[in-house]
């Protein structure tokens, strides 16, 4: 029997009671395994969407703080609930908020990095020989105030915890049987992948891919954890993530439309590029390539869901400068060490020219091929997958 397991379950794995009873037995069947266990819970099914919506409708932009507060309510539910199931089954259970379970962050809101961990309640808590219920996805900063950890956060909650109690195992538990090589859900020949190296998973997560957290692959690198991706709903199937695997091939395809590209145009002098950018920062406005292509022009990408918060920002910042938006896709082929072979770009390209796919950008690195478009539908995303995996 191992000492300590990590159990994470998303979303889709406690949305309503019946699949609540499903996590219970599959924790209970866990103490088979493991002495200690630590359960991180997600929000249920679509809470977090609906809570952000109805935010929404009172502000067109809510204050951070207080969203953040509102957020961080989707998880405790689910660990109070899953903790009363648990205690009425036989078994001892107590949940815990983020904070009271010692989760340290910065106090950046919505998105927030842990700092520290302090595990002594939850210690505690074990050896009183109980399952401890951690609400993922929100911590406390030094100020005492509520942080969350950006959507998907609690993968990230769980991994740290697994660091921070040198846990034996985390096992991050959804509604699919591991890591495909692309979402399923669009792609009919997608393939479970058995593993998967930390770099790699990296790429695929950074390129958009709502898989694992891309913090939390940061955490299992650095402290070289055993982390396994698996379904609630059976026990067949699972993708070990870990250290560098050394094959030449590629592991995933991931598209992303969530992008938009923000063009100011105007006199513009340098020393305001350095401060559109810095307030762009200072609004935590994830910004990719950001670029100053004249004295008269900037360029850079930003989420979707950044779009009214940029606007806002530049518009009452620089209401002369003209402000124009457009989608962009961006396509990442992943698989470490694949640019070494110019014959899987060769065929990339092949691929998007046959299908009239205008590409506007490429860039590539050691694990990826990124490609930019206008637009790039799902049909050729599967010509690319039954081409290259």
Not at 27 to 44: F, G, L, P, R, W
Not at 105 to 124: C, L, P, Q
Not at 185 to 193: P, Q, S
Not at 358 to 370: C, W
């Amino acid at each position: 029997m191992i000492s300590t397991v990590v159990l994470k379950f998303g979303g889709s794995s406690v949305a309503d009671n019946i699949k609540l009873n499903v996590v219970a037995e599959k924790i209970i069947s866990m103490k088979k395994e493991a002495k200690n266990i630590v359960v991180v819970v997600s929000a249920q099914g679509k809470t977090t969407d609906k809570l952000l919506k109805e935010a929404q409708e009172l502000s067109a932009i809510p204050d951070e703080r207080e969203l953040d507060v509102l957020i961080s309510t989707g998880e405790q539910i689910t660990s109070a609930k899953l903790s009363i199931l648990l205690n009425r089954m036989g078994y001892k259970a107590v949940s815990l908020t983020g904070w009271q379970a010692g989760i340290r962050t910065n106090d950046v809101h919505k998105s927030a990095k842990i700092e520290e961990i302090y595990t002594n309640r939850i210690t505690k808590e074990l050896e009183k020989g109980k399952i401890v219920i951690v609400a993922g996805f929100q911590g406390i900063d030094k100020n005492g105030e509520i942080t969350t950890l950006g959507r998907g956060g609690s993968d990230t909650t769980a991994v740290a915890l697994q660091a921070g109690l040198e846990a034996d195992k985390c096992y991050i538990f959804s509604d699919v049987d591991g890591i495909y090589s692309s979402d399923p859900n669009m792609i009919t020949v997608a393939k479970r992948l058995d593993e998967i190296s930390f770099d790699e998973m990296q790429e695929v997560a950074d390129a958009g891919a709502k898989v694992l957290h891309n913090r939390c692959i940061q955490l299992g690198k650095k402290f070289d954890l055993k982390i396994t991706a698996k379904s609630t709903f059976t026990d067949e199937g699972g993708t070990v993530v870990r250290k560098k695997i050394e094959n030449s091939e590629v592991k995933s395809i991931v598209k992303n439309d969530n992008l938009m590209k923000i063009k100011i145009t105007g006199e513009l002098k340098k020393e305001d590029t350095i401060k559109i950018y810095k307030k762009l920062l200072q609004k935590n406005v994830i910004v990719e390539d950001f670029e100053r292509n004249d004295c008269k022009e900037i360029e850079f990408r930003i989420l979707k869901s950044e779009q009214n918060k940029v606007q806002e920002l530049l518009e009452n910042e620089y209401p002369k400068l003209d402000i124009s938006q457009s989608n962009v896709t961006k396509l990442a082929i992943v698989g470490y060490g694949i640019t070494q072979d110019n014959k899987i770009l060769k065929k990339v390209i092949k691929v998007l020219e046959n299908d009239n796919v205008e590409i506007t950008d490429i860039s590539l690195n050691q694990s990826k091929i990124e490609i930019l478009s206008d637009e790039i539908e799902n049909e050729t995303v599967e010509k690319l997958h039954k081409e290259l995996i």
